[in-house]
């Protein structure tokens, strides 16, 4: 294995000589280094002295007892002030560690729960808890479930009801999936959708590989009713924006679909037929619990609830 680095070289440089090269080059004298290391002049010349014989290179030159930094020591001087910005990083990080406000809560979810029950529950939780601090990763399944099994954020929001390995799975919202039509269309004066009401309906689909999708188009092959399939989509929110310009009907789930509904020229509808829909909470066994896990479990429930109630208004 080969490499350019001197082992025996970076063992005897030491925090202490880069220290005093970065004062050097801050304060822009001996005599102003050792002011900001508390030191004396002496120490900080024979330090810097040092580090020059260590290095095999001089850093300064001496011109009438001061210092002039060099090509070389302009050039170590811009690595060390990314290498101290960084410590200064960890410091402050550190810092804040201790103080409540300063811990962030990191919450892995669905792109559509990122977008209707999340935004909803923060928004209980701050009333709450007005400093907490959140951090929201939307992403897909599998990859969802692999990350919360590897235990790398404090809560997730999945769509499965079972829990990934090294999780436990709270579920939060059972609903079935609901039809979204323009407000101006025809069906929107029926309260429920049959299976035949789409028999010839422009139709906004999910993705092919969407378990949803599946779903659906399960139910209407059993039931041999054909619809005009144009579009499709991966994302639920596309969907509702799709199907708000006119260019189909749609089943999503309800939470995405209440969200787009908020626009005035989205109709929701129930269904005749079940397909159900689910929203966990995936908790993390083996990472240590932050005190912002609870509450905000209570705001997700919470959330879930007034979700559920929303929809019975439809009926």
């Known amino acids: 294995m080969t490499g350019t680095t001197d082992f025996p070289l970076a063992h005897r440089i030491t925090h202490r000589h880069i220290e005093v090269f970065r004062a050097v080059m801050t304060a822009g004298s001996a005599t102003g280094a050792a002011d900001l290391l508390h030191s004396s002049q002496p120490t ?92 929201v990763t939307p992403q897909e399944s599998p990859l969802l479930e692999e990350w919360m099994s590897a235990q790398r954020f404090d809560l997730g929001l999945s769509e499965q009801t079972t829990a990934p390995p090294g999780t436990r799975a709270e579920v939060l919202l059972t609903l079935d999936e609901v039809a979204v039509l323009p407000t101006t269309h025809a069906l929107a004066s029926q309260p429920v959708l049959q299976l035949a009401d789409f028999a010839g309906q422009p139709f906004v689909s999910l993705s092919a590989d969407d378990p949803y999708r599946r779903l659906i188009d399960a139910r209407f092959a059993e039931a041999d009713v054909p619809r005009t399939l144009r579009m499709e989509t ?82």
Do not use: K
């Open 44 to 135: 900080v010349s024979r330090e810097l002295a040092r580090l020059e014989s260590l290095l095999g290179y001089a850093l300064f030159e001496r011109v009438q007892g001061r210092l002039r930094a060099n090509a070389r020591a302009l050039a170590l001087w811009d690595e060390v002030q990314r290498s101290w910005q960084g410590l200064e990083r960890v410091v402050d990080r550190a810092v804040a560690l201790g103080r409540s406000d300063a811990v962030q809560l990191a919450v892995l979810c669905l792109p559509a729960l990122a977008h209707a029950l999340l935004p909803g529950a923060a928004a209980r939780l701050m009333q709450v808890q007005p400093h907490a601090r959140l951090s």
């Open 234 to 315: 991966h994302s639920a929110a596309a969907v509702c924006a799709m199907v708000e310009h006119g260019l189909g009907l749609a089943i999503v789930n309800p939470l995405t679909a209440l969200t787009a509904a908020a626009s005035g020229r989205l109709a929701l509808r129930r269904l005749a037929f079940s397909i159900p829909f689910s929203v966990s909470a995936l908790l993390p066994l083996y990472r240590p619990p932050l005190p912002e896990v609870a509450p905000m479990l209570d705001a997700l429930r919470a959330e879930a609830a007034d979700v559920a109630r929303r929809l019975e208004d439809l009926a």
